[in-house]
């Protein structure tokens, strides 16, 4: 089945320090999703991206949707305490079923004040 | 006014009993997931919903049954609990179908999640 490669699996940055993630995938995904799990609560969808090259932001958060569309990165600019949590990116493929995600294996991200 | 409501938040159980989670939305959406996320965090898709019939069956043990009896509703009811069913298990959904629903078909809402906890 379909996988999504997801890196790093955590980082530990200082506030306001920018913060990079990607994924990447052997097949082509026709959407790419960024989620934020915070601890003890669901997955929160942060951007979603449908089309190659997509530039999305939403606040502090950018991501792009790669060219191949075998990629997808998310970027926090002037990271503070509340980004704490972990990101999963998830794709919808052309392979796979319409109905469903794959979802990466997510990024711990751990912000010191 | 919660989009993805989950009942209940934690379940304590012990090995053999049946035990079942449920799910409601009110967001008007025509498709309902399970997912399992386990120690490790990853997040594996177990069932799908589209009003009332079922579209995607993952290789689950016959031990756990979903059922919707309305498209605002997803229930999970598992049998003979077993230690390995021990994780948090996430309710989701989505606008449509696929295509058919347009772009934010894809675009998965999350419930906030029952902690199994099997002893």
């Known amino acids: 089945g379909q996988q999504l490669n997801q890196s790093p699996q955590s980082m530990f940055i200082q506030e306001g320090e920018d913060v990079s993630m990607n994924c990447t995938s052997s097949s082509i995904f026709n959407t790419w999703l960024w989620y934020k799990q915070d601890p003890g609560e669901g997955p929160v969808l942060l951007i979603a991206l449908y089309k190659a090259g997509e530039l999305t932001s939403n606040g502090r958060l950018t991501a792009q949707f790669g060219i191949t569309r075998k990629d997808s990165f998310l970027n926090i600019s002037a990271s503070i305490p509340s980004d704490v949590g972990i990101y999963f990116c998830?794709?919808?493929?052309?392979?796979?079923?319409?109905?469903?995600?794959?979802f990466g294996k997510g990024t711990l991200l751990t912000v010191n004040p | 006014d919660t989009a993805v409501s989950q009942t209940p938040k934690y379940l304590v159980t012990q090995m053999g009993n049946d035990k079942s989670i449920k799910c409601e939305q009110n967001?008007?959406?025509?498709?309902m997931y399970w997912y399992k996320q386990d120690s490790k965090k990853f997040l594996k898709i177990m069932f799908s919903y589209n009003n009332k019939e079922l579209i995607i069956n993952e290789t689950v043990p016959n031990r756990f049954s979903p059922k919707s009896p309305d498209k605002a509703h997803l229930n999970l009811h598992i049998n003979s609990l077993e230690l390995g069913d021990s994780a948090v298990y996430f309710c989701a959904s989505t606008p449509g179908t696929g295509l058919a629903g347009g772009r934010s078909s894809y675009e998965q809402y999350f419930g906030p999640g029952t902690r199994l906890t099997v002893t």
């Open positions: 967001l008007g959406h025509d498709t």
């Open positions: 998830a794709g919808q493929g052309s392979g796979g079923s319409n109905y469903k995600l794959t």
